[in-house]
């Protein structure tokens, strides 16, 4: 149990383009999920804290308005990248804690986006 | 700032030795502990976790945590060539919050 799926796993695009990353939890409903990024041999750094229903509260340095998080329900939670430029080319992972599981998250396979 | 430090390595060690991996954190109100595997280009799994001060032993791997030091260690024995990979501490303040990561130790074991 406590599967999340992330998709896409890959994602090449242009400069100024918008990309979504789709984070889903699969056998739980997951009211709270988090936007990891991680930059080569670089730790993951917390982006986001998504909570169902309501806006998502972002990290200091993280622009919220070029990182639109939407957590319409709770298997579902979305990070778009809008107009995006090779700076943002990194390694994206979403997590969720599922009930029952006590303190642990349960982490996506991931997203690699490259902006060229 | 909340922070969690490891020694990125590399750390070599040959097959079945005893493999050991160092974090400090430094919000003492840390209440929960994690080390994360991550192999290249793909998202951690997990392989403990600790509350308890003390030792925890799962299989090969045992987490030891000492909160007044503000350190916790992972021991790996009978170390593997499929054990090298990049191992993650992760630190959780409170219930409900997100988990704060290291930079990630480098092992790597030798056949």
């Known amino acids: 149990g406590a599967v999340v799926s992330q998709h896409p796993s890959r994602v090449i695009c242009k400069s100024g383009t918008s990309v979504k990353i789709e984070c889903r939890s699969l056998d739980f409903q997951a009211t709270t999920m988090f936007w990891y990024r991680q930059f080569p041999k670089q730790s993951l750094m917390l982006m986001a804290t998504s909570n169902e229903g309501s806006k998502a509260t972002y990290e200091q340095g993280v622009e919220k308005d070029k990182f639109l998080i939407n957590h319409a329900s709770l298997t579902l939670s979305t990070l778009t990248v809008t107009s995006a430029h090779p700076e943002d080319s990194s390694f994206y992972i979403c997590s969720a804690s599922a009930p029952g599981q006590g303190e642990k998250l349960f982490f996506g396979s991931g997203t690699q986006l490259s902006v060229l | 700032q909340k922070e969690v430090e490891q020694n990125s390595g590399p750390l070599s060690v040959p097959e079945g030795a005893i493999a050991s991996l160092n974090c400090t954190y430094s919000d003492r109100g840390s209440q929960s502990f994690f080390w994360y595997r991550q192999y290249s280009g793909k998202s951690p799994e997990l392989i403990m976790f600790i509350y308890s001060n003390g030792d925890k032993e799962d299989g090969r791997f045992t987490a030891q945590l000492n909160k007044a030091s503000q350190y916790v260690s992972l021991l790996i024995r009978d170390s593997q060539p499929s054990d090298s990979a990049t191992y993650l501490c992760?630190?959780?303040?409170?219930?409900?919050?997100?988990?704060?990561f290291g930079k990630g130790t480098t092992l790597s074991v030798s056949s």
């Open positions: 992760a630190v959780k303040s409170q219930a409900g919050t997100a988990l704060i």
